[in-house]
């Protein structure tokens, strides 16, 4: 059993960063792959990117490569999400989650366990 819990969201202007955390409770933490989902308001849930267990791996959607990155910190059990050149339309509320195995996968039905969310809003 994993329970999750984020933190770190805020208003920020946009060109603007933020950095999110994840903090998972449970053990092993480090055999699950971690995915962040984000909800734009109004709008389906979506994938923004995903980290292996071990870090090393990542997987980013391409409305968020080249300006968000993944990191993780085993040992304390957290998982960290970079935003950097923040944009209005990065608005949402964000998810991590988590699912064992090793596959980055960008389906959230894979994911089995989920944080509450956090928000993020970016003004122009």
């Known amino acids: 059993q994993v329970q999750l819990v984020e933190s770190g969201g805020g208003l920020v202007q946009a060109g603007g960063s933020l950095r999110l955390s994840c903090a998972a409770s449970?053990?092993?933490?480090?055999?699950?792959?971690v995915g962040w989902f984000r909800r734009p308001p109004g709008k389906e849930r979506e994938f923004v990117l995903a980290?292996?267990?071990?870090?090393?791996?990542?997987s980013y959607a391409d409305s968020v490569k080249d300006r968000f990155t993944a990191s993780r910190d085993n040992a304390g059990n957290t998982v960290f999400l970079q935003m950097n050149s923040l944009k209005p339309e990065d608005t949402a509320v964000y998810y991590c989650?988590?699912?064992?195995?090793?596959?980055?996968?960008?389906?959230?039905?894979?994911?089995?366990?989920w944080g509450q969310g956090t928000q993020v809003t970016v003004s122009s």
């Open positions: 989650a988590a699912k064992d195995g090793t596959i980055l996968s960008r389906t959230q039905e894979r994911y089995v366990y």
């Open positions: 449970g053990r092993f933490f480090s055999s699950y792959v």
């Open positions: 980290i292996s267990g071990s870090g090393t791996t990542t």
